[in-house]
């Protein structure tokens, strides 16, 4: 939606937004009412909510998988997508997917659209993306099995001990996912990513035009156009952040260790404690996103929604004086 507001704001282009939703009624609920609530005094951006599916079926129910999850999610729904988009009296001209959308590019093609890739991450993350098609099968098995790193041109490689699910079994649907994927974003027009030069000057540099990756990506350009994040909403959030980025602005260069893990990215109870064991032993700085822990469904934080995601609640789960022991 940020990416959405953007394109509106600032280039004056009238927006589509398709939300592709699941089987999961009160999920689907909440967050479509709070995107309704965001851009109900937008001019240009149009939502339109796809109808919920369900994949249940065509997943492995002893091990589950949350990519492979919203591709076939993303699957089901592209007939919805495309009739809504034929229907259209003026037709949208471009199609911006994300990662794990990029099987609608073909029908972009069949509608001679130009198509982009938005890549929420970072380059270095593109840059595995786009350079996954050209790993042969014998590195992924020495990665898998060996735990030998992945070589990235002109990036950092992929350790195993920081792998990706594609990457642990590379001969599941999962990682065939994953190798569609990275041979798509070769056909598209341009990639968007959520970063900036001198962020990850290395990374970008190998994804331009005369960068090592950037060969391989011969059609298109590669746009750095971050940092795209959230608006900030109630004000109390507003008096957060100040407080935060005053604390970081008396901290020595390179001295603060961030965590998150996304607006998704959950952990059990053991976890949460081991880490914040960890952060304490360590010594170190640092500014952590914590979020209220799920012990039983991996992927709920993407398709359900999380209550009672406050400090008072996540506090009860962190090791007793953790908070007062750690603050400045």
């Not at 794990?100 to 659209?113: E, G, Q, Y």
């Not at 746009?223 to 900030?232: D, H, K, N, S």
Request: proline share 7%; hydrophobic share 40%; with cysteine.
């Amino acid at each position: 939606m940020e990416l959405a507001k953007r394109l509106t704001t600032h280039h004056g282009f009238d927006i589509t937004v398709f939300i592709v939703t699941t089987d999961s009624a009160d999920s689907d609920t909440t967050t479509t009412s709070k995107i309704l609530q965001l851009t109900s005094n937008l001019n240009g951006i149009n939502v339109i909510i796809t109808p919920p599916v369900d994949v249940s079926d065509k997943l492995d129910p002893n091990n589950p998988s949350l990519g492979l999850t919203i591709v076939l999610t993303m699957i089901e729904s592209l007939p919805f997508i495309q009739s809504q988009i034929l229907s259209m009296k003026f037709p949208p001209s471009v199609l911006i997917v994300d990662l794990f959308s990029t099987m609608a590019l073909p029908m972009a093609r069949d509608l001679h659209m130009s198509s982009y890739v938005f890549l929420a991450t970072n380059a270095w993350f593109s840059a595995v993306s786009i350079y996954l098609p050209f790993i042969t099968k014998e590195a992924f098995s020495r990665h898998a099995n060996d735990h030998e790193p992945l070589l990235i041109p002109g990036c950092e490689p992929v350790r195993f001990e920081d792998t990706l699910e594609p990457f642990v079994s590379p001969w599941g649907p999962s990682h065939e996912s994953f190798l569609k994927a990275g041979k798509e974003i070769l056909s598209v027009d341009g990639i968007l990513m959520n970063t900036w030069q001198d962020l990850e000057p290395g990374a970008i540099k190998s994804l331009t035009k005369n960068g090592i990756l950037g060969r391989l990506f011969a059609k298109g350009t590669v746009y750095p156009i971050g940092p795209l994040v959230r608006t900030a909403e109630p004000e109390e959030k507003r008096e957060v952040e100040k407080l935060i980025l005053s604390w970081l602005d008396q901290q020595p260069d390179e001295s603060v260790i961030y965590l998150s893990f996304g607006s998704g990215g959950t952990m059990s109870k053991g976890q949460m404690r081991e880490l914040a064991y960890g952060l304490e032993l360590s010594q170190q700085r640092f500014i952590w996103v914590v979020r209220q822990p799920i012990e039983d469904d991996v992927f709920a934080a993407f398709f359900n929604t999380v209550k009672g995601d406050n400090a008072s609640t996540v506090v009860d789960y962190l090791p007793e004086g953790f908070v007062n022991r750690t603050k400045e």
